[in-house]
T-cell receptor, first 112, second 112 residues
Framework: LAKTTQPISMDSYEGQEVNITCSHNNIATNDYITWYQQFPSQGPRFIIQGYKTKVTNEVASLFIPADRKSSTLSLPRVSLSDTAVYYCLVGDVENRDDKIIFGKGTRLHILP | DTGVSQNPRHKITKRGQNVTFRCDPISEHNRLYWYRQTLGQGPEFLTYFQNEAQLEKSRLLSDRFSAERPKGSFSTLEIQRTEQGDSAMYLC??????????FGPGTRLTVT
């Protein structure tokens, strides 16, 4: 499983766009990139998943450059309730690699 | 809401005692996962089931830990002869496909 590297923490302000970048230099051909969000005392929650280029849903966008060695989670117009830990994960989804390896994640703190 | 449920939410036990946790996955999900999370760390994979078959176990799962999913529905995680190092949040997740895992709220175990 490819190892990921993310900033330990980030601060931003309400209404700003927040971009969290994750490095995964050893990503394999079959690996997908997945992001989860976790609030205190709750289990992680799936945000978005992608393989290449750009993926967008109602919550976030995921940008993946052509070499796929990094990815950026973009949260538009954050609010205080977006304060959470965000995990970037890389894994081979199609070949039944169900084991998810979480790192320490990025602790995002939104300020008023 | 028919999300993943876990019971109990909190458990305090004395060192050396046995504890058992229960996870009820989302009903149509055939895959069930157990994770352990300590403060400031991301969740660590313990084991997973596809239906009633336990397909993978982490090296973290010592012989004091056992998990079952007897009818492919709910699952139990038992820890025998608990140690203080077992204190953690135990998370359960389920999925129907390989895109997204749905996590429960967790069981917080404190071993005194």
């Amino acid at each position: 499983l490819a190892k990921t590297t993310q900033p330990i923490s980030m601060d931003s302000y309400e209404g700003q766009e927040v971009n969290i970048t994750c490095s995964h230099n050893n990503i394999a051909t079959n690996d997908y990139i997945t992001w989860y969000q976790q609030f205190p005392s709750q289990g992680p929650r799936f945000i978005i998943q992608g393989y290449k280029t750009k993926v967008t849903n109602e919550v976030a966008s995921l940008f993946i450059p052509a070499d796929r060695k990094s990815s950026t989670l973009s949260l538009p117009r954050v609010s205080l309730s977006d304060t959470a830990v965000y995990y970037c994960l890389v894994g081979d989804v199609e070949n039944r690699d169900d084991k998810i390896i979480f790192g320490k994640g990025t602790r995002l703190h939104i300020l008023p | 809401d028919t999300g993943v449920s876990q019971n109990p939410r909190h458990k305090i036990t004395k060192r050396g005692q046995n504890v058992t946790f229960r996870c009820d996955p989302i009903s149509e999900h055939n895959r069930l996962y157990w994770y352990r999370q300590t403060l400031g760390q991301g969740p660590e994979f313990l084991t997973y089931f596809q239906n009633e078959a336990q397909l993978e176990k982490s090296r973290l799962l010592s012989d004091r830990f056992s998990a079952e999913r007897p009818k492919g529905s709910f699952s139990t995680l038992e820890i025998q002869r608990t140690e203080q190092g077992d204190s953690a949040m135990y998370l359960c997740a389920s999925s129907r496909d390989q895109v997204e895992q749905y996590f429960g709220p967790g069981t917080r175990l404190t071993v005194t």
